[in-house]
């Protein structure tokens, strides 16, 4: 598949794009528009969605990227090629006010399995170009090269991360969480947070998300391929459980708080219409094939979930283990369940947020609560549900914890008794700061957890029919811009034999 180069990247493919140019009018409204870049995601065998956001002043304060309320039509592009030659689908759609005027269009009609390239016009500014790949036909399970990361704190590093994971050129990126962060701006940070105060309204949560996407790496990711994302606690609060607060700092309404974050999330995302929040509440929880190599479970574990036991924090605590305690609500337990159980690709990849595999903290049984360990109930139902189904291939994509960590997943954590699955966490883009490569993270309480990374970066994935092949790719530093990344670990999944080989 053929890399977006700098220049079509940044100039939006305007030279020698020739006949099929969205030709500039005459008189432009607005300033430069497209400062938060373009992004695709959600990708489906017929398509998938492209995504943009006119802000030609992305932060200012009132949260509206320096627009009117005036509504804009806003023309895009899919073509076969970076020069837009052959241009294969085209329209126009509206951005509103409502919406930050961002714009979320899902696009349709197009090949299994192929990549495209798309851009936008707005007031006669023409957007960078952006790469979409859609899904292979279900029948047909081609290679698939995946990487994902989470954990992406603005003031703690830069993103070369993200400049990286574009370099790959891959096929799909999954986010799995901490896109933001909510926090007030730091007096030592690397990079300082806009707004200076913890968001908590809707015009703030805007300028956050805003400031994130400024950033050139993170276009540069979005630009070079369709990502799946799912948030965790910091795209809204720290530690936040339904709709039950860690602290009541800064004061207020916390359910005005979440649909505020919701909604700035969904503005900001390549996400389908059909997961646009109502309120304080979003469907997130989703499920996307890749042909018939894999599905993709993509889950909830904020909006849903029972207040952390025992007051949160690494602890024993005999709470954790109540069988009524769940971190995904009952009716996306169900669903996930019963999309497993359909065995619809040769992979369940489930891509979620906090630990799922069990992690003693010290001999006398502590966890943390705030993991699946608080709620091992749950984690027991979802295991015994998919080993009960005869799946050999479920792998676990976790965020988080700002450390990369392997595990195989067992039927019986205190005996090790049967591999069923295998979970992959990635480390962060940046939250953690640089890490350090010396730290040992690994214990004999839990002979099941095979690797641990305190360093930067993300996973990459290659998967076929036969095995995935796994690599933990780190950066030295991100307190410097620009480090390269290098493979610190590398594993196989054979399918059919849950957990880590060597390769």
């Given at each position: 598949?053929?890399?977006?180069?700098?220049?079509?990247?940044?100039?939006?493919?305007?030279?020698?794009?020739?006949?099929?140019?969205?030709?500039?009018?005459?008189?432009?409204?607005?300033?430069?528009?497209?400062?938060?870049?373009?992004?695709?995601?959600?990708?489906?065998?017929?398509?998938?969605?492209?995504?943009?956001?006119l802000a030609p002043s992305p932060l200012n304060a009132d949260g509206l990227g320096g627009m009117s309320s005036a509504s804009v039509a806003v023309e895009w592009q899919v073509a076969t090629d970076q020069r837009f030659t052959?241009?294969?689908?085209?329209?126009?759609?509206?951005?509103?006010?409502?919406?930050?005027?961002?714009?979320?269009?899902?696009?349709?009609?197009?090949q299994a399995g192929r990549e495209y390239f798309y851009r936008f016009r707005a007031a006669g500014h023409i957007s960078p170009v952006g790469r979409g790949v859609t899904a292979p036909a279900v029948g047909t399970s081609p290679a698939l090269t995946m990487l994902?990361?989470?954990?992406?704190?603005?003031?703690?590093?830069?993103?070369?991360?993200?400049?990286?994971?574009?370099?790959?050129n891959p096929h799909l990126?999954?986010?799995?969480?901490?896109?933001?962060?909510?926090?007030?701006?730091?007096?030592?940070?690397?990079?300082?947070?806009?707004?200076?105060?913890?968001?908590?309204?809707?015009?703030?949560?805007?300028?956050?998300?805003?400031?994130?996407?400024?950033?050139?790496?993170?276009?540069?990711?979005?630009?070079?391929?369709?990502?799946?994302?799912?948030?965790?606690?910091?795209?809204?609060?720290?530690?936040?459980?339904?709709?039950?607060?860690?602290?009541?700092?800064?004061?207020?309404?916390?359910?005005?708080?979440?649909?505020?974050?919701?909604?700035?999330?969904?503005e900001h995302m390549p996400l389908r219409p059909a997961?646009?929040?109502?309120?304080?509440?979003?469907?997130?929880?989703?499920?996307?094939?890749?042909?018939?190599?894999?599905?993709?479970?993509?889950?909830?574990?904020?909006?849903y979930r029972d207040d952390q036991a025992c007051g949160d924090g690494t602890r024993v605590?005999?709470?954790?283990?109540?069988?009524?305690?769940?971190?995904t609500g009952a009716t996306q337990e169900a669903w996930l369940l019963d999309g497993m159980r359909q065995k619809l690709g040769t992979w369940d990849f489930l891509g979620q947020q906090v630990f799922f595999a069990q992690k003693l903290a010290s001999?006398?049984?502590?966890?943390?609560?705030?993991?699946?360990?608080?709620?091992?109930?749950?984690?027991?139902?979802?295991?015994?549900?998919?080993?009960?189904?005869?799946?050999?291939?479920?792998?676990?994509?976790?965020?988080?914890?700002?450390?990369?960590?392997?595990?195989n997943l067992m039927a019986n954590y205190t005996t090790q008794d049967r591999i069923i699955g295998t979970e992959l966490v990635t480390t962060s883009v940046t939250s953690g700061g640089d890490g350090s490569a010396t730290d040992t993270g690994l214990s004999s309480l839990n002979p099941h957890v095979k690797f641990y990374k305190n360093l930067r970066g993300y996973v990459r994935t290659v998967t076929t029919p036969t095995q995935m092949n796994v690599d933990f790719r780190f950066l030295d530093r991100v307190t410097t811009r620009d480090y390269p990344v290098r493979t610190l670990q590398s594993y196989v999944v054979q399918a059919g034999n849950p957990g880590l080989q060597a390769p």
């Amino acid at each position: 598949m053929s890399p977006l180069n700098r220049r079509t990247l940044i100039a939006g493919g305007i030279a020698g794009a020739g006949a099929t140019l969205l030709a500039p009018t005459t008189a432009n409204a607005l300033s430069y528009p497209f400062t938060l870049g373009v992004a695709s995601g959600e990708p489906a065998a017929d398509g998938f969605v492209i995504w943009t956001r006119l802000a030609p002043s992305p932060l200012n304060a009132d949260g509206l990227g320096g627009m009117s309320s005036a509504s804009v039509a806003v023309e895009w592009q899919v073509a076969t090629d970076q020069r837009f030659t052959q241009v294969v689908r085209s329209g126009t759609a509206t951005a509103a006010q409502s919406w930050a005027h961002s714009v979320h269009v899902e696009v349709t009609g197009l090949q299994a399995g192929r990549e495209y390239f798309y851009r936008f016009r707005a007031a006669g500014h023409i957007s960078p170009v952006g790469r979409g790949v859609t899904a292979p036909a279900v029948g047909t399970s081609p290679a698939l090269t995946m990487l994902f990361t989470s954990c992406s704190h603005f003031e703690a590093g830069y993103f070369t991360a993200y400049r990286r994971m574009a370099e790959e050129n891959p096929h799909l990126i999954l986010h799995l969480g901490d896109y933001i962060y909510e926090g007030a701006a730091s007096t030592t940070a690397i990079r300082k947070h806009a707004p200076a105060v913890e968001i908590s309204n809707l015009a703030d949560y805007r300028v956050r998300h805003a400031q994130y996407k400024t950033d050139v790496d993170l276009q540069a990711a979005h630009a070079a391929a369709p990502w799946l994302v799912v948030w965790d606690d910091h795209e809204v609060e720290n530690n936040y459980a339904n709709l039950v607060r860690a602290n009541t700092s800064p004061a207020g309404d916390f359910k005005a708080r979440r649909a505020a974050a919701y909604k700035a999330y969904y503005e900001h995302m390549p996400l389908r219409p059909a997961q646009a929040p109502v309120a304080e509440n979003m469907q997130l929880y989703r499920r996307v094939r890749w042909g018939s190599l894999a599905t993709f479970h993509m889950l909830d574990t904020r909006q849903y979930r029972d207040d952390q036991a025992c007051g949160d924090g690494t602890r024993v605590c005999p709470e954790a283990d109540d069988p009524a305690r769940t971190l995904t609500g009952a009716t996306q337990e169900a669903w996930l369940l019963d999309g497993m159980r359909q065995k619809l690709g040769t992979w369940d990849f489930l891509g979620q947020q906090v630990f799922f595999a069990q992690k003693l903290a010290s001999a006398d049984g502590a966890k943390s609560m705030d993991s699946w360990d608080g709620y091992s109930a749950n984690r027991g139902r979802l295991q015994r549900g998919w080993d009960a189904a005869g799946l050999r291939n479920t792998v676990v994509l976790t965020g988080d914890v700002h450390r990369s960590w392997a595990s195989n997943l067992m039927a019986n954590y205190t005996t090790q008794d049967r591999i069923i699955g295998t979970e992959l966490v990635t480390t962060s883009v940046t939250s953690g700061g640089d890490g350090s490569a010396t730290d040992t993270g690994l214990s004999s309480l839990n002979p099941h957890v095979k690797f641990y990374k305190n360093l930067r970066g993300y996973v990459r994935t290659v998967t076929t029919p036969t095995q995935m092949n796994v690599d933990f790719r780190f950066l030295d530093r991100v307190t410097t811009r620009d480090y390269p990344v290098r493979t610190l670990q590398s594993y196989v999944v054979q399918a059919g034999n849950p957990g880590l080989q060597a390769p």
